[in-house]
């Protein structure tokens, strides 16, 4: 069964940082890749998706991820985070097989912005 | 502007009572699905619907039922036999297979008292 791992439960950064996000999945064949921000109490908004091709994959907000097979891995990183940055952040693998109707979401990593 | 509404935003509940969770999307997506969501256990899928009557179990069914009848809407209803109910509920859809993106509702939060 496909599962995806953040292991970052929280994180905190400092405004103008740069900002990398972990997100390690396990899936046998290839997967669609997705990182989904939410606010709280809202719902999640899609930032970014990986299904095929380049894999660097720009995404809204000025963040960015880069799949790399060999490592299992889809981290999502941020040049410069802004306080509107603050959030939580979601990493999601797809079944390629069926498309995203059986989406798995990792546990999710908050962030905090320091000023 | 197209999109998911999803009421009530907030709802309490006696135990031994159901309640129902409306989901109204006006995306003609032919996918729906109904998430539950708790602190530090990411999102996890109740029940997905592809087409107008017919849903499918997601990874925690028991205690939830829904139905499809019509494409825009797909309630959820949790039933007293959800032995823990409490959490925030979101509903998503999807234009359907074929790794399309999944647009999400802003939730609904249920308390039990």
């Known amino acids: 069964a496909q599962s995806v791992t953040q292991p970052d439960i929280h994180i905190t950064v400092s405004e103008g940082a740069s900002l990398e996000l972990r997100c390690n999945y396990s899936?046998?064949?290839?997967?669609?890749l997705f990182w989904y921000v939410q606010s709280p109490g809202q719902g999640l908004q899609l930032l970014l998706k990986?299904?095929?091709?380049?894999?660097l994959v720009q995404g809204i907000k000025g963040f960015e991820a880069e799949f790399k097979r060999s490592q299992s891995s889809f981290n999502l990183r941020k040049p410069s985070v802004h306080w509107s940055d603050a959030a939580e952040y979601f990493c999601?693998?797809?079944?390629?097989?069926?498309?995203?109707?059986?989406?798995?979401f990792g546990t999710g990593t908050r962030l905090t912005i320091i000023p | 502007d197209g999109g998911i509404t999803q009421s009530p935003k907030y709802l309490f509940r006696k135990e031994g009572q159901n309640v129902t969770l409306s989901c109204e999307q006006n995306?003609?997506?032919?996918?729906m699905y109904w998430y539950r969501q708790d602190p530090g256990q990411g999102l996890r899928l109740i029940y997905y619907?592809?087409?107008?009557?017919?849903?499918q179990k997601g990874d925690i069914a028991e205690g939830y039922s829904v139905s499809r009848e019509k494409k825009e809407s797909f309630p959820l209803t949790v039933t007293s036999a959800q032995k823990n109910p409490t959490a925030f509920y979101l509903c998503?859809?999807?234009?359907?297979?074929?790794?399309?993106?999944?647009?999400f509702g802003a939730g609904s939060r249920l308390t039990v008292l």
């Open positions: 998503a859809s999807s234009a359907g297979s074929g790794a399309n993106v999944l647009t």
């Open positions: 899936y046998g064949a290839t997967p669609y």
């Open positions: 990986y299904f095929s091709g380049d894999t």
């Open positions: 999601a693998v797809g079944e390629s097989n069926f498309g995203n109707e059986k989406l798995t």
């Open positions: 995306l003609n997506h032919d996918a």
């Open positions: 619907s592809q087409i107008v009557n017919d849903f």
